[in-house]
């Protein structure tokens, strides 16, 4: 229980430490600085507009707006320009018939400056990067004679929703095609890459220590500690996937452990004799699940921590222990599992998946002999190391 303790409390830690990597310092203040210390020593004025900012696939997208309208706010709380508000700024604009596409013409750029009454305009583009942010490309321009005087580039978290980006004309469908059909249409590439989901077939080595305590209502109890048992293959397969921050999977394995030759630990005291082999001997089916954290490092490369637990059905065998009726011991019974998986998980091509996987794991249940008065319990606790191949989806 110390041990579960202590390492609940460092996986709360580690959520702790990786908690600053979701936030922040306001990233349009900083760009808002950047440009205004670099363009206000070539400004006079220092008289500005700031136009939409695009998307550089040239899909529709409320972001650009979103972008400027943080941009313009935090310029004119910094109070260092002078800020044409937007609403005139679109007004001049669409007089002009000037298209915003981020990049502007110079004759349109004159003809925009002297519309406004403004020195330079504030234009930029997005594109989407990994993990749900967005790259900001800005640059501060001279409606005069055209000199970026100017630039900077953030990296921001996407809150807004948008288009996928234009797909190649395609033919027009047949006349026959309902127009139900065409309106259900949904582009696959409006879900983030990053979001997938997998099915992997696993397998790796597992190793255990185990406790067995013996409880008799007439007699007291019994506790074997730390046997030392053989080292066991696994093998299993598991469905899961992962969003942006979170992912979850379930599991079905197995694995086996038997006890070696080894003289036991009973209550602090070394017993000189030794157990026999497979005195207790444990095999092992789960059904469980894992809820895990993956770090910001890409669609294709994913770190990943979680917490997992679920059913484990138990079979207990024994090469001397009698059940009642005489024969050897052979029970069936369910049991709790617990487990801590950190692992790298690999996109290197779409749809093949591969990852590789440490974990602490404990497993305990009850059982009885067939004996009235008699509860057993065993708890198994070790690692698992583990590797995989799969699809991804």
Request: proline share 6%.
């Amino acid at each position: 229980m110390k041990r579960l303790t202590y390492l609940l409390s460092m996986l709360l830690s580690s959520l702790l430490v990786a908690s600053p990597l979701l936030a922040g310092d306001d990233p349009y203040e900083d760009m808002a600085v950047k440009l205004s210390a670099k363009a206000g020593k070539k400004l006079s004025e220092k008289k500005i507009a700031i136009l939409t900012f695009d998307y550089i696939d040239g899909r529709s997208s409320t972001g650009g707006r979103v972008v400027s309208e943080k941009l313009t706010n935090r310029f004119v709380e910094l109070g260092d320009m002078t800020v044409i508000e937007r609403g005139m700024v679109e007004k001049v604009m669409k007089e002009l018939e000037f298209q915003n596409t981020g990049s502007v013409d110079p004759e349109k750029a004159k003809k925009l400056g002297k519309g406004l009454g403004v020195e330079a305009i504030v234009t930029g583009t997005l594109q989407d990067e990994s993990y749900g942010n967005v790259e900001i490309n800005a640059r501060v321009i001279k409606t005069e004679t055209y000199e970026i005087i100017a630039a900077a580039t953030i990296k921001v978290k996407k809150t807004w929703s948008d288009a996928p980006p234009p797909q190649p004309a395609a033919a027009a469908p047949a006349e026959e095609e309902a127009p139900a059909q065409k309106a259900s249409y949904r582009s696959p590439s409006s879900r983030p890459q990053n979001v997938h989901g997998y099915l992997d077939f696993l397998a790796g080595a597992s190793n255990a220590k185990m406790n067995a305590t013996f409880s008799y209502a007439t007699m007291g109890s019994v506790t074997m500690s730390n046997l030392t048992t053989n080292s066991a293959g696994v093998v299993g397969l598991r469905v899961g996937g992962f969003g942006e921050i979170l992912g979850g999977d379930f599991e079905m394995s197995g694995f086996n452990h038997g006890t070696l030759l080894q003289p036991p630990t009973i209550r602090g005291y070394l017993i000189p004799v030794n157990l026999p082999q497979n005195f207790l001997q444990v095999g092992t089916f789960e059904m469980s699940g894992d809820l895990m954290l993956r770090f910001p490092t890409g669609e294709r490369v994913i770190p990943y921590f979680g917490l997992g637990m679920g059913l484990s059905i138990n079979t207990i065998t024994s090469s001397v222990l009698p059940m009642y009726g005489g024969r050897l011991l052979s029970q069936t019974e369910p049991g709790f599992l617990f487990r801590v998986p950190v692992g790298v998980r690999f996109r290197p091509v779409d749809p093949l998946t591969l990852f590789v996987e440490g974990r602490f794991w404990m497993n305990t249940f009850s059982f009885n002999r067939g004996y009235a008065g008699e509860t057993d319990t065993i708890t198994e606790t070790g690692s698992q190391f583990l590797a995989g191949i799969g699809l991804s989806f």
